[in-house]
């Protein structure tokens, strides 16, 4: 959830509804990762809401105690959520919590209507709780101050780490009370003494009130509380301000609790309606499907950062994040974005691209010089994180560059680029073991090889690059990268497919691995292969090495058992377990569907995904996740914006009748 212009847009939120028995048997749903002006920092982790009786002192939190919840957006073009949190006390009282929640449009805050109702009027408290995490992903520096202030007739928390500022406020719409019923600021983990955290003060150890503090130094948590007395039916808006400093944050706060929830809902809404009405795209006649894909694009203009990126997903597992720009995934939105006719958001993702490039001499742990390419994955702002070569980003972007210019036919936009495309196309020029593209990193990050997919994205740079050089005037550098890549893809079969391989005659993930996997990657079929055709457009979809890779594709071990989605590779352990699990990946069937429908091996695969299998695979949310098991439920890491990408794709070429955006062929 964000905003598509305004303060509003440098906000992402995150909301995640718990599975039950699946994880800890928590039921509960619960806004999470809250990021403002750099969509990978974090601010908030948490923003709880836990209700108290007042003649018992239980306390029940959404997350922990619900007893069922639901999430999901109120329209497909409009990323507001809705959530309802249910709840039973011991003796028996059933308790609802409806919250609304967007970004306002026209500042950088978060706006949360709430909606407690209870059976009897026995008494209750309301409390939200927040746990701060302003750490700088870089540094792991996660020091922040908080301190209680009174302005302008509101109180707030206000915490900061001394460069990013936040502000905490509360409105109730019906009395006008802007002030709180007691707060607590704590020291997250502290379970004992004057420092305890403000979640053991009041849900731990608590009796439905709070012991109150006004200022904390380190790693922070708050909560601020509303007595509702008798009332059995509850509404108050909490807000969460962002900004450089104390008084913006406060004013970012203060002005839309001011307005009041229902007015910043309808700019929202206007703003969200009217970006969508610029876009050239062709949503699905069917509802499920037309929803799906309409949620798919909102995803990614939700998800691109002010500097122009687009982050993988806006979710965190257990143990990393996904909230950091591979440029591999941003080539393909830029696809999905240039599809539906968001040519301002791909430009400024190429842009962002452009200005990350690495235009020195840096070298990597492998001492090679990297003048030219992209590191393996950046931070929002562009800094550098993860450092592999992988070649389809560096051939991908230079594809990005020449689709973009293809679709606007753009001249300012082929010289400002060119530079960036040039020196990636005499990386890969160099980049020769003979006859075929030196080693790289497979798109998994696990295998050091001649990968299938990234020499196919390598041999596709080379030729995007021949296009644009050839509309520059440089057409003896364009038959210098047309020759380079045609002698690559006549090695391609050479180097990439396996008469012997693990499930017989297939393409595999790398030739000539630099270490033993299992299976290996010179023996297993890899989904990633299928970009061979599309987009990459190297190998034919109906040539006899695709159609021998696909028949390995229609059952088991390599396709979920239960539901027609196919994995990465058989025996991928990239699970929530670190070991095989049945299921598939979304975006691995997406292309192998493309090659069934253009080779003729089923001319209604990208049908059926489309309106059959995809909404199957969906999460609650109506997004496509990163991986489902065997029957097809969401399995793990929800949403990834490749999959919305790959999407939006399949829909955009069905409806062209054919795949968009093939890179040139020979």
């Known amino acids: 959830m964000s905003a598509p212009f305004g303060g509003g847009r440098n906000v992402l939120a995150a909301v995640n509804k718990y599975p039950g028995a699946g994880y800890r048997g928590w039921n509960g749903t619960l806004i999470e990762e809250v990021s403002a002006f750099r969509l990978d920092v974090e601010q908030l982790y948490d923003i709880h809401v836990l209700l108290s009786r007042t003649d018992s002192g239980t306390v029940l939190d959404v997350r922990n105690d619900a007893v069922a919840s639901t999430a999901g957006y109120g329209s497909s ?62 540094t792991g520096d996660d020091v922040e101050e908080a301190v209680r202030r009174h302005e302008d007739g509101y109180d707030f928390v206000v915490a900061h780490d001394g460069a990013r500022y936040l502000a905490i406020a509360q409105r109730n719409p019906e009395t006008g009370q802007t002030t709180f019923d007691g707060q607590r600021i704590g020291l997250q983990g502290v379970d004992s003494g004057p420092d305890r955290s403000a979640w053991q003060d009041l849900y731990v150890d608590g009796d439905g009130s709070l012991t109150e503090t006004t200022r904390r130094e380190g790693k922070v948590d708050a909560a601020i509380g509303l007595h509702a007395g008798a009332d059995t039916d509850v509404r108050w808006t909490t807000g969460i301000g962002f900004g450089g400093s104390e008084r913006e944050a406060i004013d970012n706060v203060r002005w839309p609790l001011d307005a009041g929830y229902e007015r910043e809902r309808t700019t929202f809404e206007a703003f969200w309606e009217s970006w969508h009405e610029t876009l050239s795209s062709s949503p699905p006649a069917d509802a499920t499907a037309r929803e799906l894909y309409e949620l798919s694009v909102t995803s990614l203009k939700c998800a691109q950062d002010r500097r122009g990126g687009i982050i993988a997903g806006a979710f965190k597992p257990e143990h990393f994040s996904y909230r950091y720009i591979w440029p591999r995934d941003l080539v393909i939105m830029i696809q999905a974005l240039a599809a539906v006719g968001a040519t301002p958001e791909a430009r400024r993702a190429l842009d962002w691209l452009d200005h990350v490039q690495i235009d020195d001499h840096a070298t990597d742990e492998r001492g090679t010089d990297r003048y030219g390419t992209w590191w393996q994955n950046y931070y929002a702002d562009g800094s550098d994180h993860w450092r592999e070569l992988q070649l389809d980003q560096v051939g991908g972007p230079i594809y990005a560059h020449w689709l973009l210019y293809e679709e606007t036919g753009d001249d300012a936009l082929l010289e400002a680029h060119y530079p960036m495309s040039r020196r990636a196309a005499d990386f890969l020029l160099s980049w020769d073991d003979g006859g075929f593209p030196k080693r790289h990193q497979d798109p998994w990050e696990e295998i050091w090889g001649h990968t299938t997919e990234g020499s196919a994205a390598a041999i596709a740079g080379l030729r995007s690059m021949a296009e644009l050089a050839e509309a520059a005037g440089d057409d003896a550098y364009a038959e210098r990268c047309r020759e380079r890549a045609d002698a690559w893809a006549s090695n391609f079969r050479a180097y990439c497919f396996e008469e012997d391989g693990l499930l017989g005659a297939h393409y595999v993930t790398a030739s000539d691995p630099e270490y033993a996997d299992s299976p290996a990657a010179d023996r297993r079929p890899d989904g990633a292969v299928f970009m061979a055709y599309w987009p990459w457009n190297v190998v034919a979809a109906d040539d006899e090495t695709m159609r ?7 059952g088991p071990p390599w396709r979920a058992k239960r539901t027609p989605c196919l994995g990465r590779y058989p025996g991928d352990d990239y699970t929530p377990t670190g070991v095989d699990e049945d299921g598939g990946w979304p975006i691995c069937e997406a292309y192998a569907d493309v090659v069934r429908w253009q080779g003729g091996h089923d001319p209604d695969a990208v049908a059926d995904y489309l309106h059959h299998h995809a909404p199957e695979w969906a999460t609650s949310a109506n997004l496509l996740p990163e991986r489902v098991d065997g029957a097809g439920r969401s399995r793990w890491n929800a949403n990834l914006l490749w999959s919305q990408a790959a999407y939006v794709l399949l829909a955009e070429s069905l409806r062209r009748g054919e795949p968009y955006g093939m890179a040139p062929g020979k």
């Open 77 to 138: 073009r409009v990323p507001e959520i809705e959530i309802r949190n249910e709840f039973r006390f011991p003796d028996g009282e059933a308790a609802i919590l409806d919250q609304r929640v967007l970004v306002s449009p026209t500042a950088p805050a978060l706006l949360i209507d709430n909606r407690a109702r209870f059976a009897d009027e026995r008494g209750h408290s309301l409390f939200t709780l927040a746990s701060l995490g302003m750490d700088d992903p870089r």
């Open 548 to 554: 021998s890779t696909l028949e390995h594709a229609d």
